[in-house]
C-alpha cells in the first residue's frame, strides 16, 4: 500500500487559507488520493479527491504536483468548525472482489486548529 | 450523511459475550464496510461487502463475522468479545463519485468491553 506522510499538527487563523500538505512518494499511476477529515467522536468526513489533475469543489481545493509525489489540501477560507484531523489517504483495490471495491487506510493525520 | 445509521451508539459489555452491531443504509449502495478506530492505529478494516451474501475479510478479522442477508443492513458480530476490541466502530458505504466509488461513513458505534 502507498503511504503517506503528513505533519501531525497545523494552526491556522480564522478565515485565511488553510494548507495542509501531504507526501506519498510511492504513489502508483493508478492510484487516487483521498481526503477525508474526522472532527472529535464524529464519523470521518469526505473532503476531496483526485488523480492527477487539481480539483475543486464546495468544501476544499487539492493540488497535485505533476510527479503525483505529493498534493496540498485547501481550506480557502478556514473556519472555528474546520478544527479537526484531516486524513490524506492513497485508495487501494481490493483486488478479490474486483470492480471498484477498495480499502481506505488511514494513518494519523494533521490535526488542524483554527483559531479566531 | 448517505443514509447511515449504526446501532447501537454505545455499548457495555462484558468480555465472552457475543455483540452484535448494526449497520443500516437507506439508499441501495452495493458496497458496505466495517471500520475500527483505536488511537494510535487510525482506521482498520475488518470486513467489507461487495453485496448481499458476499463478504470478504479486512486486515483486522480475526474475532469477528459478518453477515450481509438484505442490501440495506450490514451486521458486525464479535463472537467472544474481549477487551482488545474496546474500540470505536465505523461502517462506511461506497457511492458513486465522479466516476469513481467515494467512501462515507456512518456515526460509529463506541463499544467497551469489560
Known amino acids: 500500500d502507498a503511504k503517506t506522510t503528513q505533519p501531525p499538527s497545523m494552526d491556522c487563523a480564522e478565515g485565511r487559507a488553510a494548507n495542509l500538505p501531504c507526501n506519498h512518494s510511492?504513489?502508483?499511476?493508478?492510484?487516487?488520493v483521498y481526503w477525508y477529515r474526522q472532527i472529535h467522536s464524529q464519523g470521518p468526513q469526505y473532503i476531496i479527491h483526485?488523480?492527477?489533475n487539481n480539483e475543486t469543489n464546495e468544501m476544499a481545493s487539492l493540488i497535485i504536483t505533476e510527479d503525483r509525489k505529493s498534493s496540498t489540501l485547501i481550506l480557502p477560507h478556514a473556519t472555528l468548525r474546520d478544527t479537526a484531523v484531516y486524513y490524506c489517504?492513497?485508495?487501494?483495490?481490493?483486488?478479490?472482489?474486483?470492480?471498484?471495491?477498495?480499502?481506505?487506510?488511514f494513518g494519523k493525520g494533521t490535526l488542524l486548529t483554527v483559531n479566531p | 450523511d448517505a443514509g447511515i445509521t449504526q446501532s447501537p451508539r454505545h455499548k457495555v459489555t462484558e468480555t465472552g459475550t457475543p455483540v452484535t452491531l448494526r449497520c443500516h443504509q437507506t439508499?441501495?449502495?452495493?458496497?458496505m464496510y466495517w471500520y475500527r478506530q483505536d488511537p494510535g492505529h487510525g482506521l482498520r478494516l475488518i470486513h467489507y461487502?461487495?453485496?448481499?451474501?458476499?463478504?470478504d475479510k479486512g486486515e483486522v478479522s480475526d474475532g469477528y463475522s459478518v453477515s450481509r442477508s438484505k442490501t440495506e443492513d450490514f451486521l458486525l458480530t464479535l463472537e467472544s468479545a474481549t477487551s482488545s476490541q474496546t474500540s470505536v466502530y465505523f461502517c462506511?458505504?461506497?457511492?458513486?463519485?465522479?466516476?469513481?466509488?467515494?467512501?462515507?461513513f456512518g456515526p460509529g458505534t463506541r463499544l467497551l468491553v469489560l
Open positions: 462506511a458505504i461506497s457511492e458513486p463519485s465522479g466516476g469513481w466509488e467515494t467512501q462515507y
Open positions: 510511492t504513489i502508483s499511476g493508478n492510484e487516487y
Open positions: 483526485g488523480l492527477k
Open positions: 489517504i492513497v485508495r487501494v483495490f481490493l483486488s478479490r472482489s474486483g470492480g471498484s471495491n477498495y480499502k481506505l487506510t
Open positions: 439508499e441501495n449502495h452495493r458496497y
Open positions: 461487502s461487495y453485496g448481499v451474501k458476499d463478504t
